[in-house]
């Protein structure tokens, strides 16, 4: 296993715990919202400040989705230019979207700690019981940031492809974006 794909394994491991983490937190609130209907038709207690839980859980579990769907570029994507043009082709187009994506993420990240740290400064916290939310969103922010170095990471294998030629060393997952483009 070659120096890319090995970086590209372990990053799928990292990746893969982190979504699995937020799938735990999706699986919390399921139970929650479970346990609430629950007690609204059996009329027993209900969850107090059931919607504060949602608005700090529910960003982890959003956030925690994205490094694991751009290392294993799972997103929307068209593909047909790149395998009309054959594997030189679209390895040039797929660098050049990988590019745009890692922009895209960097700006992203930089306003998720601009509007964290404008949560730290205000004291925010949920309207029901005050859950303060800038612990939980600086949580959010850390795994949105998490997405800047495998999206670079991502750029590096498809800049890497178009320039030698080959597969991106990304892996089995992105392997398939090359089938159908003919070596040219």
Known sequence: MGGTAALAARLDRI????????????VVMALLIFYD???????LPRVTGFS????????IVIASCFPAGLLRQTNITVRFLGKAGGRRVNA???AFAAVLTLAFFAVLVWQFIALTANY???G?????????LAPWWWLVTAIMALCVPV???????WT????????????SFSDDTLEGAEAR
């Open 52 to 59: 504060d839980y949602g608005e700090v859980v529910f960003p």
């Open 124 to 132: 925010r916290t949920t309207r029901t019981i005050g859950i303060p």
């Open 92 to 94: 040039v187009l797929e």
């Open 151 to 157: 999206q670079a990471f991502v750029a590096y294998a």
């Open 120 to 122: 730290g400064a205000g």
């Open 15 to 26: 990746t893969q715990t982190v979504a699995l983490i937020g799938f735990c937190g999706l």
């Open 160 to 171: 890497r492809a178009a320039i030698f030629g080959g597969p991106s060393g990304l892996g």
């Open 37 to 43: 209907g629950s007690a609204r038709y059996l009329n």
